[in-house]
């Protein structure tokens, strides 16, 4: 019983934690490293407190469809946006394109496997890591580049694991579980893998290049807090944040 009533007080602390917040972002588990930077920034500029969700981008699309509060949404391709447009879970004049999501093949320093694009991946005794298709944005636009490749039937034996995140493929790859996987360039620059990988550039033939959008929920029940912190998302200030962190201008 006590071990219950306990169980039930920490429940109560974290539900109270989460409505604390006075904004909510819903936000691609591989933009953590720049909105981190951002929300810290907003939160001392503007004195309130922005609580942001991170993760996949289907499982944020899948909350804010099962009707969870959400204020901004910032998933990690347009398509999630396009979707929540239509559905009219976002407000269309809100929608900013911030920067560019460029898929690239991540190998572990040294290359030990010699992966030199896409039809190396397919090479018998391969160990490869992708995003779950399902989940993460990269692990859709993954299947999509084989699949116009060729090469999904063929790669598919070689598949180590189906990630449910970008930011652990790039463990994989560091740690060396993996011969390859297919990552955002961005993430690269993260320290998790520096010095411990390389990039190996995906055919343009075959690549995929996304945007991230910006955009308000149209249910927000702060909207002045909301609109302001859209607008630093894709501001100047916030578009250097972004560079900082790898992630390219969507000029490029």
Not at 21 to 46: C, H, T, W, Y
Not at 190 to 203: H, M, N, R, T
Not at 207 to 213: A, G, L, Q, R, V
Request: aromatic share 8%; hydrophobic share 45%.
């Amino acid at each position: 019983m006590r071990k219950l009533i306990f169980i039930f007080v920490i429940l109560l602390v974290f539900a109270g934690n989460s409505y604390a917040a006075d904004l909510v972002v819903f936000s691609g588990a591989g933009l953590i490293k720049p909105m981190e930077e951002m929300r810290k920034n907003f939160e001392k500029q503007n004195n309130i407190q922005v609580d942001i969700h991170y993760g996949s981008s289907g499982e944020i699309f899948g909350m804010l469809a099962a009707g969870q509060p959400c204020d901004v949404l910032i998933p990690g391709a347009a398509k999630y946006t396009d979707d929540a447009l239509k559905n009219g879970w976002v407000i269309k004049e809100t929608i900013h394109n911030l920067v560019l999501h460029v898929p690239v093949i991540a190998v572990p320093k040294g290359n030990p496997a010699d992966i030199r694009g896409f039809e190396d991946l397919a090479r018998p005794g391969i160990k490869v890591a992708i995003g779950d298709p399902k989940a993460p944005a990269i692990g859709r636009v993954a299947k999509k580049m084989l699949t116009k490749a060729g090469l999904w039937e063929k790669v598919q034996p070689n598949i180590e694991v189906y990630a449910p995140t970008v930011n652990q493929l790039l463990i994989y790859v560091a740690l060396k579980q993996v011969d390859a996987a297919v990552i955002w360039g961005d993430l690269t620059a993260w320290a998790e893998g520096k010095g411990k990988l390389e990039v190996i550039p995906i055919e343009t033939k075959y690549n995929m290049i996304k945007t991230i959008p910006t955009a308000v929920c149209s249910k927000t029940a702060h909207m002045e807090k909301a609109m302001a912190f859209n607008a630093y998302v894709a501001s100047k200030q916030g578009g250097q944040i972004w560079q900082n962190w790898g992630f390219k201008p969507c000029e490029e």
